[in-house]
């Protein structure tokens, strides 16, 4: 059975900080495949950080500097580390596996007050 399940997000206050966490069934799980997505209000769901074929990462420029993917092979898990938070990160982040576009999370929301 294939499983995304996301968690870490809340309410924080501008400039503050929050750890997603995606714990995911082995078969959907590819290091190099992965990335976070999000989807705010009103607006298209939307590249945010992701890991290359090459190994290494690559960040949407909003977040570059304040994010920082990783993962972990062995607990087929993905993390999203976000500091400095702004109003306008505020969304549903899914973590997703591009290779296999038909799965998705159910996500988790992200608040960020002003």
């Known amino acids: 059975q294939v499983q995304l399940v996301e968690s870490g997000g809340g309410l924080v206050q501008a400039g503050g900080s929050l750890r997603l966490s995606c714990a995911t069934s082995?078969?959907?799980?590819?290091?190099?495949?992965m990335g976070w997505y999000r989807q705010a209000p009103g607006k298209q769901r939307e590249l945010v950080a992701e890991?290359?074929?090459?190994?290494?990462?690559n960040y949407v420029d909003a977040v570059k500097g304040r994010f920082t993917i990783s993962g972990d092979n062995a607990k087929n898990t993905l993390f999203l580390q976000m500091n400095n938070l702004k109003p306008e990160d505020t969304a549903v982040y899914y973590c997703?596996?591009?290779?296999?576009?038909?799965?998705w999370g159910q996500g988790t929301q992200v608040n960020v007050s002003s």
């Open positions: 082995g078969s959907i799980f590819r290091l190099k495949a």
């Open positions: 890991f290359m074929g090459s190994g290494g990462t």
């Open positions: 997703h596996n591009r290779l296999r576009p038909d799965y």
